[in-house]
Structure formats: structure tokens, C-alpha cells
């Protein structure tokens, strides 16, 4: 998990990640629910941040798809290299 203390304060934190973790009920936690949470520590980094997605209910998948395109886009310039097109 991405902890409060590694974030820049002010900072805009988009959460992507999904994971499934015990219930923090302890009866639910023994019949086996889960519940999910992303990978940034929310409650130390909302302390932090200028702006935070919550998880659940704060990215969908089309908001994931454009991240990662433009992370591939971004990559592809910065090593000077002719992205594929990701339609194919």
C-alpha cells in the first residue's frame, strides 16, 4: 500500500487499485466477506493529499483504460519510440 507519508503534500492521489481484504466486522471477516479497498492507505493519505479517489466508487473502468493508454503514450515519447496504435 501507498502510505500517507510517501505522498506530496497537496498532491492529486488517483487510486486504481482493487483488492479484496477480510471484512473489518468480525463476524462478517469469519463467514468469509471481503471487503474492497485500492492501494493507497486513504486514511493517511487523505490527510496528505489535495485531492483523493476513494475505492470503491472514485475510478471506473474507462477512467483506468485513458490512465493507462496516456501512461503508454507518455512512455513511448519519453523514449522516443513510435507508439502502436491501441485500437489494433
Do not use: H
Request: aromatic fraction near 4%; include cysteine.
Amino acid at each position: 500500500m501507498i502510505k500517507g507519508d510517501w505522498i506530496k503534500p497537496g498532491a492529486t492521489v488517483i487510486d486504481v487499485g482493487i483488492n479484496r481484504v477480510p471484512s473489518a466486522d468480525p463476524v462478517k471477516a469469519a463467514e468469509g466477506k471481503t471487503r474492497v479497498v485500492g492501494d493507497v492507505a486513504f486514511k493517511e493519505a487523505v490527510e496528505v493529499a489535495g485531492r483523493i479517489t476513494p475505492v470503491p466508487g472514485g475510478v471506473g473502468p474507462m477512467t483506468i483504460a485513458c490512465l493507462l493508454a496516456n501512461t503508454y503514450s507518455a512512455a513511448c515519447r519519453a523514449n522516443k519510440i513510435q507508439p502502436e496504435p491501441l485500437d489494433a
